[in-house]
């Protein structure tokens, strides 16, 4: 007796074709899924690395202004602290969630593998 499998692909080879091409619909769309979803952390972590380079930026001239400026001219000390932390939080928040694991990769994929392996399984246990 001839395995199920070859049978099948003997008789009607469209069945298998069309499961590829499922296959690959699949994979396709899940990668366009991982893909944006790793776009997503590297512009995070860009933006983040930026904004803590423009909060040391700032850091150093509210240091030169302090050190330059005698506190009883000083209308807004509170401002020195503000201006470089502001961005210095946005940062942190992006990193963080640049930081985040994502979905599992290919779950969907995998899912189908073993489903169809256990059919297989099943086919050829009969």
Request: net charge negative; charged share 15%.
């Amino acid at each position: 007796m001839i395995h199920p499998l070859l049978h099948l692909i003997a008789t009607r080879p469209n069945l298998l074709a069309e499961h590829a091409e499922a296959y690959a619909e699949l994979a396709a769309e899940e990668f366009g899924q991982v893909a944006s979803a790793w776009k997503l952390r590297l512009a995070l972590q860009v933006v983040g690395a930026g904004l803590v380079a423009v909060s040391a930026v700032l850091a150093g001239v509210a240091v030169m202004l302090w050190a330059v400026t005698p506190p009883s001219e000083m209308h807004a000390p509170w401002a020195l602290v503000v201006a470089p932390l502001t961005p210095l939080v946005v940062a942190l928040g992006c990193i963080a969630r640049a930081g985040k694991p994502g979905d599992t990769s290919f779950v969907q994929l995998r899912e189908q593998m073993r489903a169809d392996l256990v059919m297989l399984r099943d086919v050829s246990a009969t």
